[in-house]
DNA sequence: CTGTTCATCTCGTAA
DNA sequence: TTACGAGGTGAACAG
């Protein structure tokens, strides 16, 4: 990791063109060849980046230090540095790596092991039932028939156009059809709950943690 | 701006729960008190972070230097300093922020110049025609009708659906219907045109260099 | 404020 | 390699 503070412009020519004027930033480069170009402001976002593999080519023009910096796909960054201010380089080593817990997955895993809490008598016929266009959350029977379950963490309207979808395909399955549709998360935007009562799509909202809790009770990874 | 190059443990607990394990990492605070903690790989991505407005308390223990950053949405993330190996501190003051050029905006825009590259006889009616689920990117009309034009930079199977509601919506409007639907964008995935085909939409790719040469061709904004 | 949509989205994963 | 969906999506803009 090599960190510079400086007055640059930056230019950039990809999948966009951009530009930056001259302005005090700090730039980062990484042990893997990466660049970004941060201001003052903002957590998440540099202003500039150039994502790996990328070629850092250094010149000097006029007193000014220029970076170039090209990857394989013919998008080009260039940074031209006017001033430094500062400089360091560290070496950090490989990263463990960011352990997550309450992603879609989870949800996933938590409802395939307890269907009961989504309508009485449920089964489980499959997860990730496969479709022509992709793969059903869950596939579930109940004695009416079977029913297609499409698990968030956050349902919006997407979701709902997702589900229907599949349902389209699954009912096109003699085997399978009547095919309901039930829509699941832990949270549900009013839009996507029109939507989906529209289209006859039965919703429900879940807790995360509440379901977990049925599974192992003083669960708690962190 | 504050760097802080630190061996250093993090847990975020808020909208998902993560764990960073012991590791070197450089932590950035930046003027709006924002914060974020970066590997040494990734330009674009920090692995933890926390978007301002945020606060930070520093307490030390045992040696070991603690931020608990908190929000006001109950998100917490606890930085645990076993090391700190190097700090600097700048202020980069403002910055000018970043001009761009080739955007869907600016694609819009010289399509609406244009309509006749759309498709022969082609006027344009209105951008951002207004629907009751939201704008037409552009309506047209010809001999034969109205046409609802949607306009990506990528066309994908979401911005079919997107059309579809738009095309339901305008349908039911006995002064525009029968209203035929129309996908432009520079790129069009297959899925997303075998869809817009099955729905009778028409497809077209464009060049957004070539449409700028149209109205100015010695264009070029950096 | 909410809702909607774009993004140089990034990033993972599965076919 | 490509395609697809999730994301602590973030960020901008309209109502």
């Not at 380089?89 to 990263?95: F, M, N, R």
């Not at 059809?177 to 039965?202: D, S, W, Y």
């Not at 909202?205 to 379901?211: A, H, N, Q």
Request: aromatic residues 4%; contains cysteine; proline residues 5%.
């Amino acid at each position: 990791m090599r960190i510079v503070i400086t007055t640059c412009t930056v230019n950039y020519q990809g999948r966009l063109a951009s530009h930056l004027p001259k302005a005090q930033r700090l730039i980062m480069v990484k042990a893997d060849g990466s660049i970004s170009i941060h201001a003052d402001d903002r957590a998440y976002k540099p202003l500039n980046w150039m994502n790996p593999p990328c070629l850092i080519h250094e010149t000097t023009e006029n007193d000014e230090i220029v970076w170039s910096v090209s990857n394989k796909q013919g998008e080009l960054l260039v940074i031209t540095m006017h001033e430094v201010h500062h400089e360091v380089s560290a070496e950090l080593g490989d990263d463990p790596g960011l352990q997550k817990d309450g992603v879609e997955a989870h949800l996933q895993e938590l409802l395939a092991t307890h269907v009961e809490t989504l309508g009485e008598g449920f089964e489980l016929v499959r997860r990730e039932f496969p479709t022509p266009i992709g793969p059903v959350d869950l596939l579930c029977k109940d004695k009416d028939g079977y029913i297609a379950v499409e698990v968030k963490r956050r349902g919006e309207i997407d979701g709902v156009e997702q589900l229907t979808r599949y349902l389209d395909a699954l009912n096109l399955d003699p085997q399978l059809t009547p095919v309901r549709g039930m829509f699941v998360a832990q949270e549900i935007k009013p839009q996507a709950l029109t939507l989906a009562e529209h289209r006859n799509i039965r919703c429900l909202s879940v807790d995360y943690d509440e379901l977990r809790g049925m599974t192992d009770p003083q669960a708690r990874l962190f």
